[in-house]
C-alpha cells in the first residue's frame, strides 16, 4: 500500500524544544518531544496527523520540516507563552535518561481539541503526554481501530490512577521496563506484562533500550533484539521513533494480526537504531527508505536460528 492511501494515524504528544547532554556532545533547545518523534517515524510509513500544542516561540523552520513530511498539522495548537521544554542528560548507561528540567509551559493549560477531520482516525497513539489528555483524545475519536498508549515515570508518579484508566481503554500498551516494574511493582517482566493485560489492553510492549522489546499478546511472546551499533549519540526519543515506526507500519498494511504486530516491532526498532545514531531528529531528516528496507533485513539475519 503506498504512504498517501493507508489508513491514517492520529498522534497526541509532547512537542518540545530538548536541551540533551550524552557523552558524544550536547545540544540546546533542539526539537523534540514524543509527538514530533513518532510523527517523524510513522510519516515514512503513513500519513500523519498531528495534534499537541506550541508556544508562538517555536521556530518556523521545525514546523516546515513537519510539513515537509506531510504530517498534518491542523491540530497541532498555537498558543500564547512558551514551548514545552525538556532537560536531561545520560551518562555512559545509555538506556537511562536523567531529566534535569521539566517546563510544562503551554503544555499546562492544554485541552487537547481533536479537529473534526480526525476523529474517524483508525489509528490511534497517545504519545506522552499527561494521562488526564489521553483519556480526553480518546472521549473524542469514533471508530479506531487499534489505539496505543505510552507514558513516562514523571506520569506514573504524579497520575498514575489516571493511566490506569486510559490502559483500561486501549489495545496496546507501550512502556519501557523500569516503568513497567514500577507501575506493576514487581522485578518480573512477565508478571508486569500480564498485570497490564488485566488492567485491558490485548497487547503490551516493552522497550528495553539498548536490548530490544518485548511483545506480549494473550498466549504469545515475541523478543526483537536490538541492533548492534558502535555508537550512539542521542539516545533521546528512541522510544517514541518505535513506537512512531510501529504504528506507521500497522497502518500501511491495515492488518493488525499478531505475525504482523511482529514485523512492526522490528520496523519500530530499526527506525529507533537509526535515530541514535545522531542528536534530536538529525538522522530522520536524511534517512533514506533503502536503508530503513536494508536495516530491516539485516535485524532477520540478526535474529535468524
Ligand atoms: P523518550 O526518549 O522516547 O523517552 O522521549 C524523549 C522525549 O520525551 C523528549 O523529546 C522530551 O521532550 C519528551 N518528554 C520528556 N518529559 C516529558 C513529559 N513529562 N511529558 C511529555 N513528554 C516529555
New binding site residues.
Given amino acids: 500500500m503506498s504512504r498517501s492511501s493507508s489508513p491514517h494515524v492520529l498522534i497526541v ?2 512537542v ?1 524544544l ?1 536541551s540533551v547532554r550524552t557523552p558524544a556532545g550536547a545540544v540546546e533547545e533542539a526539537l ?3 509527538a ?2 513518532s510523527s517523524i517515524a510513522a510519516s515514512f510509513f503513513a500519513p500523519v496527523r498531528l495534534v499537541g500544542v506550541i508556544g508562538r516561540d517555536f521556530p518556523a523552520e521545525h514546523l516546515n520540516f513537519l510539513r515537509s513530511r506531510s504530517i498534518d498539522l491542523q491540530g497541532l495548537q498555537v498558543e500564547e507563552g512558551e514551548t ?1 521544554r ?1 532537560s ?1 542528560f545520560y551518562d555512559f548507561d545509555i538506556n537511562q ?1 536523567h ?1 534535569l528540567a ?1 517546563h ?1 509551559n503551554v ?1 499546562e493549560r492544554f485541552r487537547p481539541r481533536i479537529p473534526e477531520a480526525y476523529r474517524s482516525s483508525r489509528y490511534v497513539f497517545l504519545a ?3 494521562p488526564e489528555l489521553q483519556l480526553e483524545v480518546l472521549d473524542q475519536v469514533t471508530a479506531p481501530k487499534l489505539t496505543l498508549c505510552d507514558t ?1 515515570n ?2 506514573l508518579e504524579s497520575k498514575r490512577d489516571a493511566f490506569i484508566e486510559v490502559l483500561r481503554r486501549v489495545d496496546v500498551a507501550f512502556m ?1 521496563d523500569a516503568e513497567a516494574r514500577q507501575l506493576c511493582e514487581t522485578p518480573s517482566l512477565v508478571r508486569a506484562a500480564r498485570r497490564i493485560m488485566e488492567w485491558g489492553p490485548t497487547t503490551v510492549i516493552i522497550k528495553k533500550g539498548e536490548h530490544g522489546a518485548v511483545l506480549f499478546t494473550e498466549g504469545t511472546h515475541f523478543s526483537a533484539p536490538s541492533y548492534p551499533l558502535v555508537e550512539v549519540r542521542d ?7 518505535f513506537e512512531g515506526g510501529f504504528i506507521g507500519y500497522i497502518a500501511s498494511t491495515d492488518d493488525v494480526s499478531e505475525p504482523n504486530l511482529r514485523r512492526a516491532v522490528v520496523y519500530g526498532s530499526t527506525l529507533a537504531s537509526f535515530n541514535v545514531e545522531d542528536f534530536s531528529l538529525e538522522r530522520m531528516r536524511r534517512l533514506t527508505h533503502d536503508e530503513i528496507q536494508e536495516r530491516y533485513r539485516e535485524f532477520q539475519r540478526i535474529a535468524f536460528f
Wanted: proline share 3%; no cysteine; glycine share 20%.
Fill in positions: 504528544g509532547s518540545a530538548d523534540g518531544g514524543a514530533v518523534y514545552f525538556w536531561g535518561a531529566t521539566t510544562l503544555f506522552n503526554i499527561d513516562m514523571f506520569w519501557n539516545p533521546t526519543g528512541a522510544g517514541d521513533t
